[in-house]
Structures are given as C-alpha cells and as structure tokens.
C-alpha cells in the first residue's frame, strides 16, 4: 500500500528536496503524527512549526491531519488481520513510511 503524498493522507508534507533535508523531514513527520489532535485541522502555520522545531525549513504541503488520523486507523485494522506493505519511492533511506509502520505495526519497504 503506497504511503507517499498523491497516493495517501499520509504522504509526508515536509518536502525532501535534498538529501540533507531528509532527516529533519522524518523527524519533522514523526512529531506531527505523535501530537495527533493539535494539528488536525488543516493549519500550515502549526505544520511549518513542527517542521522548524525538528529543524525543517524546506517547503511544506498541505496537511489534514483528521484524515490522517483516519487512514492510520484503517491500516491499524488491516494489519490487525493480514500482513500489511507500505511503499514510499524513498525506501531503502529513512522515510516516513517507517513511522506510518511502526505505529500500525506494518512493514516498510518497496
């Protein structure tokens, strides 16, 4: 199941441009799906600061993070059931993807 943004609600919206940025971007993810209710609403100034307080200052996408919250539940029942795949295009390296499956108990790769 592909994860990555145009395919998911839980595409990352911390957009990796360079390798540098990429570490700061997941970290930046990781932190927006922990505070859950904080950012549901489709607020790009509480996204932006995530990213900033986990030193992402690259370009962010829109986030929904009710939706989010939503299609996290939805693999958290598939993966209670069947083995659940998610894919990024970022896999082997440190993506998003890797927290979507630590939370849903999936495995990442692609």
């Known amino acids: 199941m592909r994860v990555d943004h145009g395919h ?5 919206p911390y957009m990796v441009r360079r390798e540098e940025e990429r570490e ?12 859950g209710p904080l950012v ?17 200052f690259g370009e962010v996408r829109e986030w929904d993070g009710e ?3 939503k299609e996290l539940g ?20 440190r993506c998003h993807a890797y927290t979507v499956a630590m939370i849903v108990g999936g495995k990442w790769n692609l």
């Not at 998911?8 to 990352?12: F, H, I, M, P, Y």
């Not at 700061?24 to 505070?35: F, N, P, Q, T």
């Not at 549901?40 to 992402?56: K, L, T, W, Y």
């Not at 939805?74 to 390296?93: E, F, N």
């Open 40 to 56: 549901a609403a489709r607020d790009p100034g509480r996204v932006r600061d995530v990213g900033r307080m986990n030193g992402f």
């Open 24 to 35: 700061a971007s997941c970290d930046a993810y990781e932190e927006l799906l922990l505070l």
């Open 74 to 93: 939805r693999l958290t029942d598939i993966a209670a059931t069947q083995p659940l795949r998610l894919d990024c295009h970022c896999h082997p390296r």
């Open 8 to 12: 998911s609600d839980l595409g990352n």
């Open 67 to 69: 939706a989010a919250r």
